[in-house]
């Protein structure tokens, strides 16, 4: 074989290699199959309601669909530590709360993952309204009013919670070391159910995110002692947050997408525009406000950033309020 006919060969078998290369990124444009969100948490509460937003939202974009997975479990680790396993190609992704994600490792003594080394922050998403409701029966209208009610009858009355080490659990636990009072926690495994006995006057008071509690406020069948954010909510302009009576106190939770550590840069940097498209669409803050939570857009760095912050400051908080979950 002449080196020109050599040389003409291998030209051609390059040109094929690229050609070849090129249809196979294609084909691997992401994504070409559906992608999986997974809630490691019941469906009725707050992160699963953003969730379900976020997951529209792509899937109209991506023209893919989007599953929502529940995975409850151990207040948030079942899920958390499933998708910390998960393949890093992009197809499972995790949206958590920052009670599983900062606050559960400073509860638990095992959960299952490493916040930081097993996943790859992607980008916040929502932050949430939460309250402490009562049922109207309840002979208290405000937080000062529970407090002295507490007071006066120590242990007597019971607060219900998503369930143990949740951060509902938690801030509930916290309002008692900062407020001095007992209250009998009686765990759910949802928050939806919890809400659901609070109305049904099982049990007389919950603390509850906006999402699981609102149909029911509007109702009048919960009534609203105080707002956990530090801020009053928008859509409860005129409820007054516990730390107005209560100095210091208050928690603005947040919830933020994650991936598998080790996931391709370019595909966390795809999702991530994709979801701050997602939270530009006025349809989305439409929904996410009814829902009383409103988006929080960030990068990838950011949500690491936070992650990282809030892992020392929840473990002195947790600390501080004695809880701890074996």
């Not at 078998?13 to 084909?27: D, E, F, H, M, N």
Request: aromatic share 6%.
């Amino acid at each position: 074989m002449t080196h020109r006919r050599f040389a003409i060969l291998k030209i051609t078998a390059l040109g094929l290699s690229l050609s070849l290369a090129g249809l196979a990124l294609a084909q691997e444009k992401f994504p070409s199959r559906p992608v999986t969100l997974v809630v490691p948490q019941a469906a009725g509460g707050a992160n699963d309601a953003i969730a379900r937003v976020i997951a529209q939202k792509l899937s109209d974009q991506w023209g893919q669909t989007v599953l929502v997975e529940n995975r409850p479990g151990a207040g948030g680790n079942v899920g958390t530590a499933y998708a910390a396993k998960a393949k890093n190609d992009g197809y499972t992704l995790l949206v958590n709360a920052d009670s599983a994600q900062v606050i559960n490792p400073a509860l638990y003594a095992k959960t299952g993952f490493d916040p930081v080394k097993d996943f790859d922050p992607i980008a916040p998403l929502a932050k949430a309204g939460y309250v402490l409701v009562a049922n109207p029966s309840v002979p208290a209208n405000n937080v000062a009013e529970l407090i002295a009610l507490a007071k006066s009858k120590p242990g007597a009355l019971s607060i219900a919670s998503a369930g143990n080490g949740t951060l509902n659990h938690l801030i509930g636990e916290m309002l008692q070391k900062a407020t001095d009072i007992q209250l009998q926690h009686i765990p759910y495994k949802a928050a939806a159910a919890a809400a659901t006995d609070v109305v049904g006057g099982q049990v007389p008071l919950s603390v509850q995110s906006m999402p699981s509690s609102i149909a029911f406020i509007r109702a009048g069948k919960l009534k609203v002692l105080g707002v956990v954010n530090e801020k009053r909510l928008a859509a409860l302009p005129d409820a007054p947050t516990i730390g107005e009576t209560v100095p210091g106190f208050g928690a603005t939770p947040w919830y933020g997408l994650f991936a598998p550590a080790g996931t391709p840069k370019n595909i966390l940097v795809q999702i991530q525009n994709d979801v701050a498209k997602a939270l530009d669409a006025k349809d989305a803050q439409d929904r996410l406000a009814t829902l009383g939570c409103e988006p929080f857009k960030g990068t990838g760095e950011q949500l690491a950033q936070i992650v990282k912050s809030d892992l020392v400051r929840w473990a002195k908080i947790v600390k501080d309020s004695g809880a701890k979950i074996d």
